[in-house]
């Protein structure tokens, strides 16, 4: 299975992605584990990622394909299953993204979209805290940790990301909503497009998929 994973910040694609590696075994390609990657080794680019992710913006279409294409030239394996999560953000990003995996051997087989209601993503989004260490997700109130500010696996303090609070996330669901919509009227014209509903829980989520893709 080669999937596009699609929605706003906060529609549950991680949960969905949790679910699609344990029970398909795909690869998780993540482009902003890349990118916050970036911003982790303190690199001139990195530190431009983050003004960028802290105002709510989108880094450059250019930018991100590069990111991804290197990943496919770099793994054969994606050739056997694969999701994508957080790219493509706009129809230039799908574009590149049908050629590149052409180039690769790996073409998408269909692009699920999920939505939410916009309540409920800022609820999501607000509460959530990341490990410094091992960047384990929890959550204030869905998913708390066992200790208050420690990470239940590795020890390591748990903190807000910069663009968790809700003046950024309304920014970036605006953003999303003009640059991103675009996409799912690209897929649904090649006939790749399939819906899920990120207003539901892990466990409700995984049913659901299992449902679709029989």
């Known amino acids: 299975m080669k999937v596009v994973l699609l929605g706003p910040p906060g529609a549950g694609k991680g949960s969905l992605a949790g679910v699609l590696k344990e029970k398909y075994h795909l690869a998780h390609i993540s482009t902003g584990d ?3 990657e970036e911003i982790k080794k303190g690199t001139p680019l990195g530190v431009e990622i983050k003004s960028l ?9 250019e930018l991100v394909t590069k990111l991804v294409e290197q990943r496919f030239m770099q793994d054969a394996d994606l ?13 230039k990003q799908a574009q590149d993204l049908d050629v590149l995996l052409a180039k690769a051997g790996a ?8 939505e939410a209601d916009g309540g409920l993503i800022l609820k999501r989004l607000t509460g ?15 998913k708390p940790s066992l200790k ?20 950024t996330i309304k920014a970036r669901m605006q953003v999303y909503q003009t640059s991103t919509q675009p996409i799912i009227d690209y897929y649904a014209k090649q006939r790749k497009l399939k819906k899920l509903d990120g207003n539901l829980e892990t466990a409700d989520l995984a049913q659901a998929l299992s449902v679709m893709l029989k």
């Open 34 to 36: 890349m990118l916050r």
């Open 53 to 61: 992710i802290a105002k709510g913006a989108l880094v450059s279409d």
């Open 79 to 91: 050739k056997k299953g694969y999701m994508l999560d957080g790219f493509p953000r706009t129809v």
């Open 107 to 114: 073409p998408l087989d269909f692009a699920l979209n999920m």
């Open 128 to 142: 959530r805290r990341v490990c410094r260490k091992c960047g384990a997700l929890f959550h204030v109130t869905n």
């Open 148 to 167: 208050a500010g420690v990470c239940d696996l590795c020890g390591g303090e748990l903190y807000q990301r910069t663009d968790d609070n809700e003046e």
